[in-house]
């Protein structure tokens, strides 16, 4: 089994955190479209330098331009100057050490400290492990897998989110009212 094309959710490289996908080309010069996966766009503003990582390693992409377009990221990489340079990263995800993410204020997480943590009610009832964040625009929802109940969307509130410990990997939550069914 291969681990590439490495991504944020599955197989993540070592000490690397994802900060965008590469989703298409923009223009005929190389620009890339970027879904951005930072809690703003404007950290793209103050990037210097971005890896792609394949099956032959991690290379680093400079910066030229960056631009905004219909919640999207537009990203003129040096070197990068022809459409079939740029097509070869779609779907490609850019990446940054660990150590360069900016601290969180408290109470506030990175999606990859989330991810894979366990899920279990303020009673101590399993609903399964946060397998995915899905990101909807009025707030966040944690896809909840292999939990006696199947999958569960879970918004992530801080009325339903009660309690988030990194150290003992689980999160406590307050399920609203109907979300499961409480026979289970």
Known sequence: MTNYPPNPWRNPPVGLIAVGEIIGTHGNRGEVKIAALTDTSERWLELV???????????????????????????????IDELSAAE?????????????????????????QIIGLQAETLTGRGLGMVAQILFTGANDVYVLRGGPVGDILLPALKSVVRDVDLEAGRIRVELPPGLVDEET
């Open 49 to 79: 330098r971005v890896f792609v990582v394949d099956e032959h390693g991690q290379r680093a992409l400079f910066p030229e331009q960056v631009r905004f377009f219909k919640g999207l990221v537009l990203v003129q990489f040096r070197g």
């Open 88 to 112: 070869a990263l779609r779907g490609m995800f850019l990446w940054l050490p660990e150590a360069e993410r900016p601290p969180l204020p408290p109470d506030r997480f990175y999606c990859d």
